[in-house]
């Protein structure tokens, strides 16, 4: 099963955690869209507006089933090996999912004054649509 990772190509902070999570998965489970790239975000009707409340998680297989903001990340944490342990600790501390939730929108919110803002979009090694292309290639060898 695999996912779409959609992130602010354009903030720093989004974009170094794009690049430590493919150095962890190396495409196997995550494909990523900038929020950037309207083209690609009309395929799932998801609008800008939709990006300004933070990263999206898809699941390719069922588009409907989404994750926004701090429950995205958790998702994408407990999807990660051995994540779901520490997901799961997480979830069962009285007040910190409130609080990890406040905490999200915060960094959201104020990304660009916190970490400052790229001149360029930041398009992954793993942009989405790679896989079916790849998959193809080697079907028409």
């Not at 602010?8 to 962890?24: A, H, K, R, S, Y």
């Not at 990263?55 to 297989?61: A, D, E, F, P, S």
């Not at 929108?105 to 970490?115: A, K, M, S, V």
């Amino acid at each position: 099963m695999n996912y779409i990772v959609i992130y602010d190509g354009n903030c720093n902070l989004c974009v170094t955690l794009v690049q430590v999570l493919e150095g962890i998965d190396k495409g196997k489970l995550f494909e990523y869209i900038p929020m950037q790239d309207l083209a690609a975000l009309n395929q799932f009707d998801i609008t800008t507006e939709d990006c300004e409340m933070g990263m999206i998680l898809i699941k390719t297989n069922s588009p409907k089933c989404r994750w926004q903001g701090s429950n995205a990340a958790e998702e994408i944490g407990r999807l990660l090996p051995g994540g779901d342990v520490f997901i799961a600790a997480y979830r069962s501390l009285s007040g910190a999912k409130w609080i990890g939730d406040r905490f999200y929108e915060q960094i959201r919110d104020h990304r660009y004054t916190i970490f400052g803002k790229r001149s360029t979009t930041y398009n992954s090694v793993y942009p989405f649509g790679c896989k079916a292309s790849l998959s193809q290639d080697k079907d028409s060898i």
